[in-house]
């Protein structure tokens, strides 16, 4: 009798696709490897033209296991699509701390974040043709309080067949407690999962992803920590890119890009999934 286990399917999702020309190469290079399985493309960025649109949704269409999803994007340094969102600072979204501690206040409006959030979810059907596969958020923003609320009901309403992203981790108390940018996470997202079920939407039952970009970390040992605990349909974040222009005036997270794009891209990462019994379905 065999007893074997089947390897864990998890989600490895690149984030910010339309962020920058380069960010957006590393990320198709990387699906049209099999390397990735899921992206998340932020429709208000720079870079989500027409050309960039089709070249995603050719090579997701050769890579059947890749789904695409929308990053919906409430901070700094991106702008509104909708005309009278607030609160803006000089027409920019505000950036993420004075945002989460807006919303840890109670005091943002979430009927005005739902119809920003409904204008992004347009945007991404009128760019791809349907609705996304999932939504999640820039800077985890769609965790925020009061952002959360206005997200969950925004999804059920134009995207019923999504499922959304929470942060939480699957892991023993002690470890939490040495990530804190992780705990955080972790804290807001009991109350995320608690409205998704209320509302019955869907989401990851596990996370990992995070961690201190500030530092220099090694991203082979990062993965290993990653994948330790992630339970069937967890879902593993990363941000592969190449540096150029565009990122370097819009995002602070620049080589850590290519550190991510050459190790999902190179021999050792298939071996470290198969140790693990984990794949990309």
């Known amino acids: 009798m065999n007893d074997v286990a089947p390897p864990r399917r998890i989600w490895l999702c690149a984030d910010d696709y339309g962020l920058s020309p380069g960010v957006n190469r590393a990320i198709r290079d990387l699906i049209g490897r099999g390397r990735l399985n899921a992206t998340s493309v932020m429709v208000v960025g720079p870079s989500i033209g027409r050309d960039e649109v089709s070249a995603l949704r ?14 919906v994007t409430l901070t700094a340094p991106f702008r509104p699509l909708t005309m009278h969102f607030r609160p803006t600072d000089g027409g920019m979204f505000w950036p993420f ?7 840890m206040l109670r005091r943002l ?3 005005i974040i739902q119809a920003e959030l409904m204008v992004q979810l347009a945007a991404f059907n009128e760019m791809f043709g349907r609705a996304p596969d999932f939504v999640d958020g820039h800077q985890h923003a ?7 609320d206005a997200f969950l009901t925004a ?3 134009a ?4 499922w959304v992203r929470q942060g939480g981790r699957n892991q023993p108390l002690v470890r939490r407690l040495g990530a804190p940018k992780a705990l955080v996470l972790d ?13 019955e939407i869907a989401f990851n039952p596990g996370f990992a992803g995070a961690y201190d970009f500030s530092r220099q970390p090694d991203f082979s040992t990062l993965m290993r920590q990653f994948l330790d605990g992630l339970p069937e349909g967890g879902l593993i974040m990363c941000h592969p890119g190449f ?37 990309l379905g």
């Open 187 to 199: 804290i807001l997202s009991a109350q995320f999962r608690r409205r998704a079920l209320r509302a």
């Open 142 to 148: 769609q965790l925020f309080p009061v952002v959360r």
């Open 243 to 279: 540096v150029d222009e565009t990122l370097v005036s819009l995002d602070p997270l620049t080589t850590h890009r290519e550190h991510e794009h050459a190790f999902l891209g190179g021999e050792h990462f298939p071996r470290l999934l198969a140790a693990n019994k984990v794949t």
């Open 109 to 111: 409006d979430p009927e």
């Open 97 to 103: 701390p004075k945002l989460l501690r807006a919303g």
């Open 159 to 162: 995207a019923p067949g999504a």
């Open 155 to 157: 999804v059920k309403d």
């Open 58 to 71: 050719s090579v997701a269409a050769d890579s059947p296991r890749c789904s695409i999803g929308l990053h």
